[in-house]
């Protein structure tokens, strides 16, 4: 595998969201029905978060699988690699403000911001990240949330200025099952299935098995397959990123 397509996927993995920044606003005051309390119940709360994942991804061009390792510090500091037959091929280092990405099969560092992932036709923010990995709801304007609800599941519907989202949960636990995102200003779609919860160290389960599909007239269809395997809250972890002097910058 070419190391830019090494840094296309880490940065398509990395933010693979809609094109606009999570626009989802709090409940000001307005009455919040028992059905969406217990949905904002299930979202997780944490300080640290270390997991280790399978992933594969696959594009119009692409269809490659690796595993990597995920660490957060809430609010600060993302960090994950990227490993293809044992071997690491790259590192990312995400802050509020950059995204760093070591890659070592052209022994060559990146550094940028955000809106460097526009030339990807992606863009994101550092909590719009954090929520997806994780496995928290993302675009949520609990403002304008409408219910519906059968004996099969439980629909949520929210709007913003860019998006609209629906929820759809599991009617015995609230618990996030399937999520939609339509970025209708960039003629986008996004899908997320969420499968196999676990009670962990959290303040709600977490969820194992994830597919996220990404739909645009600019980049056709894209689809990442996440297992996480070993996953651990608040337990301090350590963010190991030094550059070789021998490595180019760019």
Not at 73 to 87: F, H, P, T, Y
Not at 139 to 159: A, G, M, P, Y
Not at 200 to 206: C, M, R, V
């Amino acid at each position: 595998m070419r190391g830019t397509t090494i840094l296309i996927i880490t940065l398509a993995l990395l933010i693979i969201v809609p094109g606009c920044k999570n626009k989802g606003k709090k409940n000001k005051g307005k009455k919040t029905s028992l059905i969406t309390s217990r949905f904002m119940e299930n979202q997780i709360d944490f300080e640290w978060f270390y997991s280790k994942a399978n992933i594969r991804f696959k594009d119009a061009r692409l269809n490659q699988s690796f595993s990597s390792t995920i660490k957060i510090r809430k609010d600060s500091l993302i960090w994950l690699n990227v490993k293809k037959l044992g071997l690491e091929a790259g590192r990312a280092l995400i802050t509020p403000d950059s995204i760093f990405v070591i890659n070592r099969l052209e022994r060559t560092v990146y550094k940028r911001d955000f809106s460097y992932l526009e030339k990807f036709n992606l863009e994101g923010d550092f909590q719009t990240l954090q929520q997806l990995l994780i496995g928290n709801a993302l675009f949520i304007n609990q403002e304008s949330i409408t219910t519906e609800k059968t004996d099969e599941r439980i629909t949520l519907t929210s709007k913003n200025e860019q998006t609209e989202g629906q929820y759809i949960l599991s009617p015995e636990a609230f618990l996030l099952q399937k999520m939609l995102i339509n970025d209708i200003e960039n003629s986008r779609e996004m899908a997320f299935t969420y499968d196999k919860y676990v009670e962990l160290e959290a303040t709600a389960p977490f969820s194992k098995e994830r597919q996220i599909t990404a739909t645009s007239d600019e980049t056709g269809e894209m689809v990442i397959n996440i297992l996480f395997n070993k996953t651990e809250f608040n337990k301090p972890q350590t963010f190991p990123f030094s550059i070789s002097p021998r490595y180019n910058v760019r």
